[in-house]
């Protein structure tokens, strides 16, 4: 059974502050993993995609990928008080590369 | 423009109704997939369209029958379902251009009530 596992919060970060969301994977064969943010009673959005070892960074948002380790995380940096929301680690697997994803990680960013 | 169309928004059906969820889009994508999501918990996938062919079915039951008439439209036809059954439903579409980079986008999603 592919799995992704993320701690499910909520994460509590005051405003302004690094938040950190992590993320690790069973399939040792995937080679792409996503990051999305759902806000209440909204549908994923995309946030972040990686497909190397190392760091992509995008705005306040920060990637890392470590294969070896099959550990995926999400940085945000000067959060805001928007970001608090759902986020969820998505990893593809698979000829269809379906995606498989973790349970979400609650985020409350607080002024 | 990453924009997946999904229609009604909310749908509210009696358990002998026939019903249909529809998805639009516009951006050439050649994969699209229908997502059932439960309060509190991540989507799951249920059909996949590669190419306008059935890629993957994940056993989900008859009651729900997809079809996609086109590279830009996917339906989910919805008979007798059973109240166990209402959550958001979500489609999202994907280029298949790099298969193991292809990036999925999400529509705004139907809240489907079954009484």
């Known amino acids: 059974q592919k799995e992704v596992e993320q701690n499910s919060g909520p994460l509590s970060v005051p405003e302004g502050a690094i938040a950190s969301l992590n993320c690790t994977y069973s399939?040792?064969?995937?080679?792409?993993f996503f990051w999305y943010r759902q806000y209440s009673g909204k549908s994923p959005e995309l946030i972040m995609s990686?497909?190397?070892?190392g760091d992509k960074e995008d705005g306040r948002f920060t990637a890392q990928l470590n294969k070896a380790s099959q550990y995926v995380s999400l940085l945000i940096r000067d959060s805001q008080p928007s970001d608090s929301a759902t986020y969820l680690c998505a990893v593809g697997s698979g000829g269809y590369n379906k995606l498989i994803f973790g349970a979400g990680t609650r985020l409350a960013v607080h002024p | 423009d990453t924009e997946v169309t999904q229609t009604p928004k909310h749908l509210v059906m009696g358990m002998t109704n026939k019903k249909s969820l529809k998805c639009e889009q516009h951006m050439g994508h050649r994969a699209m997939y229908w997502y059932k999501q439960k309060a509190k918990k991540p989507p799951e996938l249920m059909f996949v369209?590669?190419?306008?062919?059935?890629?993957i079915n994940e056993s989900v039951p008859s009651r729900f029958s997809p079809e996609c008439p086109n590279s830009s439209l996917l339906n989910l036809h919805l008979h007798a379902l059973q109240p166990e059954d209402s959550a958001l439903y979500l489609c999202?579409?994907?280029?298949?251009?790099?298969?193991?980079?292809?990036?999925?986008?999400f529509g705004a999603g139907t809240r489907l009530s079954v009484l």
């Open positions: 990686i497909y190397s070892n």
């Open positions: 399939d040792r064969v995937s080679q792409s």
């Open positions: 369209y590669s190419y306008e062919k059935l890629s």
């Open positions: 999202a579409s994907s280029p298949r251009t790099t298969l193991q980079r292809d990036i999925q986008y």
